[in-house]
């Protein structure tokens, strides 16, 4: 039976990384390599390393964080945060990167989706939404949270599916970094309106907010920042706790 | 180092081998990425990778089926992955005037998406059915991680199976000739492993 991922997210900046409360106030946790072994060690599914401020400056920097973190794991390990171009996705992926992540990029051109999608394969393309519940919908924004794209967030799930994304990371910005648990509101919408993987992000505060977005949420994966750097809880743990629950997860 | 100690890995314009030459680097072996069939000449073994469309399989047509052939014939091994596994079959309904390499029987088709999401995206089950080299030292129902809407039928030659919505071929495997639809390249140590155990048939 498919197992449901669970995927460490690793919000870089200069090298370091940090994770913000509501997108602000950023604080340090440590070396991205450092962090991704433990995580490879405890048995995570899945990497994604996004990279948060994205100037030109730090995406060379980002371009070694990717090489040092793929150089020794061999799960899937995805990178976002200032893809604008297919010239920075090959980037990407030329330094280990197995899926590139697009947002404001593919709000802005969404024929990039389909560019990327037929370079790499769909499986390499996955498009990142970030929502907000706006009275009975879920409203799309840009620039990391902070600009509103006037889409609604299953509308333009379902078009990425059609222009080529083969995953949709989907954040709750009202969730993000409260640890109040998953929006599974907004994530079940997606979910039902896709057949491609919708993993889940924004909010993780306990186990049981990763059983409910399983459930309730329908999410394929799961993706957690703090809960895992703080070392709140190991990868370990949460999914012992999951398969107690009867939800499948790779144990190794 | 010599082209003849070097595992021949065939670059097609299906997807990127970065991964999986990556993988290869890190358990010790030398990769080429030949430029032309006859650069397969002294390859110790050949892997076809690949991810997306049966139709791209098309570009291997003629001279690089030839030389693959004949390494095969040399008592070489081969690996397919995901796509390039799904080329050892006859066919694929995903582009049916495309012809495969036919060295497994069977036509590969489309997962039906009735109860489950398609495409597979992510770790599932191994089940063992009979012992093969390529699976050597891999427990039944290790995990591993799979991104694919197309599979190859169960056989006689079936090393193993995975369950998504039904039953699919994960591991073929006769003599030397071996495929996976799984990315053993990012699916930690079990599979590496599986691409340990083909450097060893590889000798």
Redesign the interface.
């Given at each position: 039976m498919l197992s449901k991922r669970i995927i460490a997210c690793l919000d870089v900046r200069n090298g370091q990384v940090v994770k913000g409360v509501n997108f602000e106030g950023l604080r340090s946790a440590g070396d991205p390599a450092a962090l991704a072994r433990r995580y490879n060690a405890e048995g995570i599914d899945e990497l994604v390393i996004l990279d948060i401020t994205a100037t030109i400056e730090a995406r060379q920097a980002l371009g070694d964080t990717i090489r040092r973190v793929a150089r020794e794991l061999f799960i899937p390990l995805a990178v976002g945060g200032g893809i604008r171009s297919e010239a920075d996705a090959g980037a990407a992926v030329d330094a280990g990167a197995d899926k590139v992540s697009l947002n404001t990029a593919a709000l802005a051109n969404p024929a990039l989706i389909t560019t990327l999608a037929d370079r790499y394969g769909s499986q390499a393309v996955v498009v990142a939404i970030d929502a907000k519940t706006e009275g009975d919908r879920f409203a799309v924004f840009a620039r990391s949270g902070r600009h509103a794209a006037d889409r609604d967030a299953v509308d333009w799930a379902r078009e990425a599916e059609a222009r080529g994304a083969g995953e949709i990371l989907l954040t709750s910005i009202d969730r993000d970094g409260t640890k109040r648990g998953f929006d599974c509101e907004l994530t079940a919408a997606v979910s039902r309106a896709v057949s491609i993987p919708v993993i889940a992000s924004g909010g993780a505060g306990t186990l049981d907010d990763f059983v409910e977005v399983f459930t309730a949420g329908r999410a394929d994966a799961a993706l957690a920042a703090s809960i895992f750097h703080d070392a709140e809880t190991s990868v370990r743990a949460l999914k012992e706790h999951l398969r107690a629950r009867r939800i499948p997860v790779r144990l190794c | 180092m010599s082209a003849a100690s070097a595992i021949a890995l065939i670059d097609y314009g299906?997807?990127?081998l970065?991964?999986v030459r990556?993988?290869l680097a890190?358990l010790g072996a030398d990769v080429l990425v030949p430029a032309q069939p006859a650069d397969l000449a002294d390859a110790r073994g050949v892997i076809v990778p690949g991810?997306?469309h049966f139709g791209a399989t098309a570009r291997l047509q003629g001279a690089w089926t030839d030389a693959i052939l004949a390494r095969v014939g040399e008592g070489r091994p081969l690996l397919g992955i995901c796509l390039g596994m799904q080329w050892l079959y006859e066919s694929s309904d995903e582009a049916p005037d495309v012809p495969g390499l036919g060295l497994f029987s069977g036509n590969c088709y489309k997962l039906r998406?009735d109860a489950?999401?398609?495409?597979?995206?992510?770790?599932?089950?191994l089940h063992i059915d009979h012992p093969s080299s390529i699976l050597d030292g891999v427990a039944d129902r290790s995990?591993v991680?799979f991104?694919?809407s197309y599979v190859a039928p169960a056989t006689n030659d079936t090393a193993a199976t995975t369950?998504?919505g039904a039953r699919f071929a994960a591991v073929v495997q006769r003599g030397h000739v071996a495929g996976v639809q799984f990315h053993p390249?990012?699916?930690?140590?079990?599979?590496?492993q599986i691409l340990r155990n083909f450097l060893a048939m590889a000798g």
């Open positions: - | 299906a997807g990127n970065t991964s990556k993988a890190a991810v997306g998406a489950v999401k398609v495409p597979h995206v992510g770790w599932n089950d995990q991680y991104t694919h369950d998504h390249e990012k699916s930690g140590e079990v599979g590496l």
